[in-house]
């Protein structure tokens, strides 16, 4: 396949398994620059949006120095980087949860975590100057943060361009509920795109003011991540997404011990995180086919033209995922056990088995939940080396890198 048109990374993760993304990104960044087909569509949702802002502060660079870049920045995402210790929050998100059962004004309890310490290492970290000028200089085309309004349910995409000419913003809301919405971009932003429901605080955003309000992840509602990148004009698209690509099958060992509080909240954090993303490339994947159907294909496009749509065009793709669904997981419960599991280590960080026996500690799904918080070395490491074979293995089974 050609160089020509544009290509989109997609960058799809919750908390710390961003550090799975990172290791793919060490093997697919210097296989795109090989072909001429670096990213210049940069969309990115939660975890995602933090390392795609990333990215594109380093666009100026090879894809060998951005790949350092990450992994120096992961390097220095230690917990306290990024959250508040949660025992010293006990007492607050106590107080706070009792005054609102009260009815008490003036009291909410906003987050589990408190993230004051990640805008302070967004801050730090990100080059926010040279990435708008890599925009301004054309070397990305167009970056996009995805985020959740509360007020309104819909999906606003927070889009910052090379210029009014370089990116054609779709407007109005679609039928998905789903926005574009063109700004500079800052740290707001990025901290409202990670703001996980319930786990992090909301984050108001007062800039444009046509679009100001309280935002969360913005994986909470969107059903389809493939589709900001098309609409941006992406005539290819890569996405590293950090759950199974293939839907969960039966497995005994989960009806073994009772569901508590972890299993809800692993179970609604994959179903946010990871269905979308899965349910997406298949459709992709389905509509592929349908376009190359010499049969099909003519009646489709008539169908569209008819309804005043564009018809659709194939899209190559690259997806790449853990290779097993539960790989993060497996991986986050076995660290915690191993560094996290005995009393003189749980009185040095008491965080995490604070959090651990709140919501349950025995379910095989505790690892899901884990995985999304666990900002350990050995995780980031483990996680990352997890990336970096799976993206060799994607490119070992599809020679030509790209897929339809």
Do not use: C
Request: proline letters at 6%.
């Amino acid at each position: 396949m050609g160089s020509s048109g544009t290509t989109a990374l997609v960058l799809d993760a919750g908390g710390a398994r961003s550090a799975y993304q990172v290791g793919a990104l060490r093997v697919l960044l210097p296989e795109l620059e090989a072909r001429g087909q670096q990213p210049r569509l940069l969309v990115g949702t939660s975890a995602g949006a933090l390392l795609g802002a990333g990215l594109a502060s380093t666009a100026h660079l090879d894809a060998e120095q951005q790949a350092e870049r990450l992994t120096g920045l992961l390097d220095r995402a230690t917990k306290s980087q990024v959250m508040r210790p949660l025992w010293r929050q006990v007492p607050e998100v106590v107080l706070r949860y009792a005054s609102e059962t009260l009815g008490l004004d003036g009291f909410r309890l906003r987050g589990l975590f408190g993230t004051a310490p990640l805008a302070e290492t967004l801050t730090r970290e990100i080059d926010w100057g040279r990435m708008h000028r890599n925009l301004e200089d054309g070397l990305v085309s167009a970056v996009a943060v995805t985020t959740t309004a509360i007020r309104t349910g819909e999906v606003v995409l927070f889009t910052e361009t090379a210029g009014p000419d370089a990116v054609d913003l779709p407007r109005p809301p679609d039928e998905h509920h789903r926005r574009f919405v063109s700004t500079r971009l800052d740290v707001e932003h990025l901290m409202a795109s990670a703001a996980i429901p319930a786990l992090f605080p909301s984050v108001q955003i007062r800039e444009p003011a046509d679009a100001a309000g309280w935002y969360v992840d913005g994986a909470t509602r969107r059903r389809f991540p493939l589709a900001p990148a098309l609409e941006l004009g992406a005539e290819r698209v890569a996405v590293i997404g950090t759950g199974r690509l293939e839907p969960l099958g039966p497995d005994a060992t989960q009806d073994s011990v009772p569901v508590d509080l972890g299993d809800a909240a692993a179970t609604l954090l994959g179903s946010v995180m990871d269905e979308p993303l899965r349910h997406d490339l298949h459709r992709i994947a389905s509509r592929n086919a349908e376009v190359r159907d010499p049969d099909l294909a003519p009646a489709l496009a008539a169908h569209r033209e008819a309804r005043g749509k564009r018809p659709h065009r194939e899209v190559p793709y690259v997806g790449i995922a853990p290779h097993a669904g539960d790989d993060l997981a497996d991986l986050a419960l076995e660290v915690y056990r191993s560094n996290h599991g005995s009393l003189r280590r749980t009185l040095r960080d008491p965080d995490l088995q604070i959090m651990h026996r709140l919501l349950g500690s025995d379910s095989p799904l505790q690892g899901e939940l884990l995985s999304y918080l666990l900002f350990d070395r050995d995780f980031f490491d483990g996680a990352s080396d997890m990336g970096r074979r799976d993206a060799e293995r994607w490119m070992r089974e599809h020679p030509d890198l790209w897929t339809v």
